[in-house]
């Protein structure tokens, strides 16, 4: 199944269609009924949950195949260097990126590949800003192998809000730069993990954009 038939092509993500749905249906209900404040809250509602699904289309760099872009929306909290032992075995950069509600929450590949690997981690909900909450909480990560050999790693992180990470690629599929491969709902955080070598361009506290803030570059 490709990542348009789960996040859709459109403007707001597939996932959000029964969101929306109902919050408008309950909008409608309520203004037929006469209940101004309830149908009040329920549009606001409505409105709300068509900004977090919005699925707006990017200027992904991709003339520039030095660049790693952002695979989130958001702010940068994190940049350090660890040890990754499941799945790329190897000493990396890692770059924090933490969603609030307001942000885009589609995620879009950092380079050009093919998925090697995904694994799911069930775990806990807490605020994902917070250091160790790549450690305990719910998560999927996706590693992702270049067409040059380089590999990197992806990890989408539920948060205190977000009960539902939606993966849209399986192992095996090819990616451009910039590609969708699944989304968090409800703020949450997504950490990149890089080869030592790549040159971070990111810093804490910039505000970033997925596929299309360049993050780091190639050596």
Not at 52 to 57: A, I, L, Q, S, Y
Not at 152 to 172: D, F, N, S
């Amino acid at each position: 199944m490709s990542a348009s038939h789960i996040l859709g092509r459109g403007p707001v993500a597939k996932p959000g269609y029964l969101f929306i749905a109902v919050a408008a249906g309950l909008t409608l209900i309520f203004w037929l009924l006469h209940w101004g404040l309830l149908a009040t809250v329920a549009l606001v509602v409505t409105a709300l949950l068509l900004n977090f699904f919005r699925n707006p289309e990017r200027d992904v760099p991709l003339s520039d195949l030095a660049a790693i872009v952002s695979p989130a929306d958001g702010k940068v909290v994190l940049i350090d260097e660890v040890q990754e032992p499941e799945l790329l075995g190897a000493p990396a950069r890692r770059i924090a990126i933490f969603m609030n509600i307001f942000d885009v929450h589609v995620n879009r590949a950092p380079v050009a590949g093919r998925v090697v690997a995904s694994r799911h981690r069930p775990g806990k909900f807490l605020a994902a800003y917070k250091q160790d909450a790549d450690q305990v909480n719910e998560q999927q990560a996706i590693l992702w192998e270049t067409p040059a050999g380089p590999r990197v790693l992806t990890v989408q992180i539920a948060g205190l809000l977000a009960r539902r990470i939606v993966p849209a690629v399986t192992e095996g599929d090819v990616l451009p730069k910039g590609g969708r491969f699944g989304m968090i709902c409800f703020g949450s955080r997504v950490d990149l993990y890089l080869p030592q070598d790549c040159a971070i361009i990111a810093k804490v506290g910039d505000r970033v954009r997925a596929g299309e803030s360049i993050v780091a570059r190639w050596s």
